[in-house]
């Protein structure tokens, strides 16, 4: 079996992280209609109800392709890959041997029985940090971190004129995050750009990261099903076996990187899955986009309260019966501006069982806990959840210095001026 660059102990976590959210949502629901329903029936990932995330993944992909066809738009798919210092291994007669020029780790090489150390990095020094710097170090080449390097790649093809120049309405993508059987991501990314526009693409590519960094195709005959067959074959088949899980699950799962990204061509999935399927991505956009479909949001959480369509209210948040918590206080009832679809609230907060509450029309929600007020398992398990593809990245490095320096991770600490303010801004544009 291929262990995609993970040793024992990085399985043996991944497979117990896994088995502790099932264990969670298995034991743990809502009581609706005198009946308890787990919260396993409601989430859908790759591991847990797996058909209906495949079924999402689907609808999403052709979502885009229909979006593209409406609108003439010509394919091209484009494959990433990272230079070889980020390779910890390379194929060399059909197997897989240690890559010299990788940068991540010390390789001794012994030359008439002289040995030499093949690093081209140096290994961090927590102490001389202020004044070195030590942004490219051995443990800089890791998967995850190799995952946001693609990111960037990406964002130089979206950052040249030739992409930039073509109106938001007029470009689309999605694309795949794949491990090589080393554990080196690369992607896949399948661009929807109008017909006169793709030979500028094409060229930009190439002088941008010129073979063997990239390959690009112009004559994929059918773009979705060419993906999708890139993003079935990173999916355990669990309709039989549910605990059927392979490394190539635990990898993603370990690294916290995400399989799939589209353009925010269409409103945000959050708002799609309230609906349970009542509209198609593109319908439910276009009547977005027409004010037949108002979005509201509580404006503390950004959390949805209430979605109305012509017809009236179609979505609605559950109230929560508070009234045995919270009969010794007292609150004022919120108000919104239907015009600004947006709610504004007077709230009070309250202290319970010695939490902190805020209160948001009608609920209580808990306040939320910044990394360095969190205990230790808290602080772990929130470490291991953070999205590295979408989280501001000094968050990041600041959550994981804060674990080095309580013990519970070994590993030198992170220099924040190394890293920039938040450079996945990029994909927050409304393509």
């Not at 990932?45 to 689907?58: C, G, T």
């Not at 959480?301 to 918590?325: C, L, M, S």
Request: glycine share 2%; net charge positive.
């Amino acid at each position: 079996m291929i262990n995609y660059g993970l040793n024992k102990q990085q399985i043996k976590q991944a497979r117990d992280k896994l088995l502790k959210n099932k264990q969670f949502m298995q034991d743990n629901g809502i009581h609706l209609d005198n009946k308890i329903i787990p919260f396993s029936d409601f989430v859908a990932n790759s591991y847990m109800n797996a058909d209906r995330y495949i079924a999402e993944l689907q609808h999403r992909a052709w979502s885009i392709y229909d979006y593209a066809k409406s609108r003439s738009l010509k394919n091209i798919f484009i494959t990433l890959t990272l230079p070889s210092r980020w390779h910890p291994k390379k194929t060399y007669k059909d197997k897989l041997v240690k890559n010299r020029n990788f940068a991540g780790r010390k390789y001794i090489t012994t030359i008439n029985k002289i040995k030499f150390l093949n690093c081209h990095v140096i290994q961090r020094v927590p102490l001389l940090e202020p004044i070195l710097d030590f942004s490219e170090t051995i443990d800089k080449y890791t998967s995850r971190n190799a995952s946001i390097e693609l990111t960037k790649m990406l964002k130089k093809i979206f950052d040249d004129r030739s992409y930039k120049n073509i109106e938001k309405d007029d470009r689309c993508y999605l694309r795949v995050t794949e491990p090589h059987k080393d554990g080196t991501p690369h992607l896949h990314i399948s661009l929807f750009v109008p017909a006169d526009k793709v030979d500028s693409i094409v060229k930009a590519v190439n002088r941008i990261f010129p073979a063997p960094l990239s390959k690009v195709e112009t004559n994929v005959e059918s773009p979705i099903s060419y993906l999708m067959k890139y993003i079935l074959k990173t999916l355990d088949d669990l309709r039989e076996d549910s605990d059927k899980i392979t490394n190539l699950t635990l990898w993603y799962l370990y690294h916290g990187i995400c399989r799939f990204y589209t353009s925010r061509t269409f409103v945000a999935l959050e708002v799609y899955r309230k609906l349970k399927g009542m509209y198609t991505l593109m319908d439910l956009t276009s009547k977005y986009h027409s004010s037949d479909v108002s979005v509201y949001y509580y404006s503390g959480t950004r959390d949805i309260a209430k979605i109305d369509n012509e017809h009236g209210t179609i979505y609605t948040q559950k109230p929560v019966n508070w009234a045995e918590k919270l009969e010794d206080y007292t609150y004022l009832e919120a108000e919104y501006d239907s015009l600004s679809k947006k709610k504004y609230y007077v709230f009070v907060d309250v202290m319970i069982d010695g939490e902190q509450f805020f209160y948001f029309n009608g609920r209580y929600t808990k306040h939320k806990k910044q990394a360095y007020e969190m205990n230790d398992l808290e602080l772990y398990e929130y470490y291991q959840s953070i999205d590295i593809e979408t989280v501001d990245l000094k968050h990041y490095a600041n959550t994981k210095n804060i674990l080095i320096d309580r013990g519970l991770l070994h590993e030198p600490k992170i220099n924040l001026a190394a890293y920039q303010d938040d450079f996945f801004k990029f994909e927050s544009e409304v393509f």
